[in-house]
């Protein structure tokens, strides 16, 4: 290992800054969309409610279960720093890789191309509008970043609140305006009962992701061992709150058939309630929702580069930490120019955003899987470290949570198959495995050093 600097992260951050860093990354642009998808696999208004509901609650165990953890280990790297203590650097290596090259950066660049595409409505800027957008959000929220911690979570503070006065605006206009629930008999949800809800869960815990980097945030929390499991709990019931009542007022406003007509039931569900400037305000609260989750996942991301810089020699650069900004400055250049990268390789495709999901997905939810498990490994291996928080009801608790993430690396590689052919996966994966050569050759450069 090789310290590179003696700046450490500071415990700045209270639990009103993480909680709206964790909403800000969850409470995106697919609120906004994936409804639409979920009321085609449900067979009624109940059902809808109950499977974002069951989303939360599934949500909410993951949590419980990273909770224990980085109130037991709290530390920059996040799940890396789990992975490693579990698995051995060599797994924490190729993990931190992964998120360098293809989970963090293809996230980010993921959310600037949805955020160009709205931008593009309202003035666009030629034939690679969006990616123009893309690249801009990428420099100027990096930029913000580098400006020090202070600023970025400020930022975060202000562009989570006003999602939430945006979709509470959305909320009240539907059960103040809408229609009560239907006792009609809706048309029949597509497939069999358990195919459909399985589809239903894709993209509810797709509109849920994000949640796990609380965990990059338990180095900078105030008294992390107490803070952990109360950031990580009232994120998620605050979410969970948000996206049921976002689906009441789909569902006075639109009802359950409407919901099915189509993906942009977010649009509609504004003209309605606001006429001819629906469709203005929808196209705002998306591009603020995109800001909001873009710069908490820029501000994440760069914590796991600054570990993998700090434990890896030929990568230490990254582990420079700025003490004046008390920010991880190298950190989040090398992220920035990454995801610039992917915007640049997104815009020669026919679809941007669908590239990026294929790129991200099945590489994620195998390494979320992984840290599932890294809580079994160290509650056998490390019994006696303190555990300010343990998981309730060890081991069924986080054995739901590994299954679940099981389920939806099996769902993100069947996503692949049918769109492009599996080749931004195929991509994904390769940069993954360009980290074997990197880690022998940082091997042979230590015992050539020794």
């Known amino acids: 290992m090789t310290q590179t600097s003696s700046a450490q992260p500071v415990q700045s ?100 191309f949805i955020l160009g595409d709205y931008a593009t409505r309202l003035y666009s800027l030629g034939t690679y509008s969006s990616a123009i957008y893309a690249a801009i959000t990428v420099v100027v929220l990096t930029g913000a970043n580098l400006l020090g911690a202070k600023p970025g979570k400020t930022l975060q503070n ?80 605050l979410i969970t709150l948000i996206y049921v009542l976002i689906n009441v007022a789909y569902l006075r406003v639109l009802g359950l058939d409407g919901m099915r007509q189509g993906t942009t039931i977010g649009a509609e569900l504004m003209q309605r309630e606001f006429g001819t400037a629906g469709a203005l305000v929808l196209t705002c609260a998306v591009i603020l929702a995109a800001l909001s989750t873009a710069n908490a996942t820029i501000f994440t991301g760069a914590r796991t580069n600054y570990a993998l810089g700090q434990n890896f020699a030929p990568l230490a650069a990254l582990g420079r930490w700025d003490e004046a900004r008390d920010t991880p ?34 590489v994620f939810w195998f390494f979320m899987l992984l840290t599932g498990l890294s809580l079994f490994v160290l509650r056998f291996r490390d019994p006696a470290a303190p555990r300010p928080f343990r998981v309730p009801l060890y081991p069924v608790t986080p054995a739901i949570f590994v299954l679940t993430c099981g389920y939806m690396l099996h769902s993100g590689i069947d996503f692949a198959r049918m769109t492009y052919a599996g080749l931004p996966s195929l991509l994904g994966l390769g940069i993954v495995l360009l980290g074997v050569p990197l880690l022998v050759w940082g091997r042979l450069r230590s015992k050539t050093a020794a």
């Open 158 to 237: 202000l562009l989570a609140s006003g999602i939430i006065i945006i979709l509470a605006a959305a909320i009240v206009g539907g059960l103040i305006n809408g229609l009560p629930p239907s006792t009609a008999p809706a048309p029949a949800a597509s497939g069999s009962p358990a195919t459909a809800i399985g589809a239903a869960m894709i993209f509810i815990l797709l509109t849920y992701g994000g949640w796990n980097e609380a965990a990059y945030l338990s180095a900078e929390v105030k008294n992390p061992g107490r803070n952990m499991v109360r950031v990580m709990v009232a994120s998620l019931l």
């Open 329 to 362: 400055r190298t950190a989040l250049l090398v992220q920035g120019v990454i995801a610039l990268v992917l915007v640049v390789v997104g815009a020669v495709t026919l679809d941007g955003v669908k590239a990026m999901v294929n790129y991200v997905t099945p």
């Open 13 to 112: 951050l209270s639990q009103f800054d993480a909680i709206a860093m964790i909403v800000g990354i969850v409470v995106g642009i697919g609120i906004f969309t994936f409804p639409a998808l979920v009321a085609m696999n449900a067979a009624s208004e109940r059902d809808v409610l109950l499977l974002w509901a069951g989303g939360g609650l599934i949500s909410l165990i993951g949590a419980l279960c990273y909770a224990e953890l980085c109130s037991a280990y709290p530390s920059a790297g996040g799940e890396y720093h789990f992975i490693t203590k579990a698995f051995g650097r060599d797994v924490g290596f190729i993990f931190a890789w992964a998120r360098l090259g293809v989970i963090q950066t293809g996230a980010i660049a993921l959310v600037c």
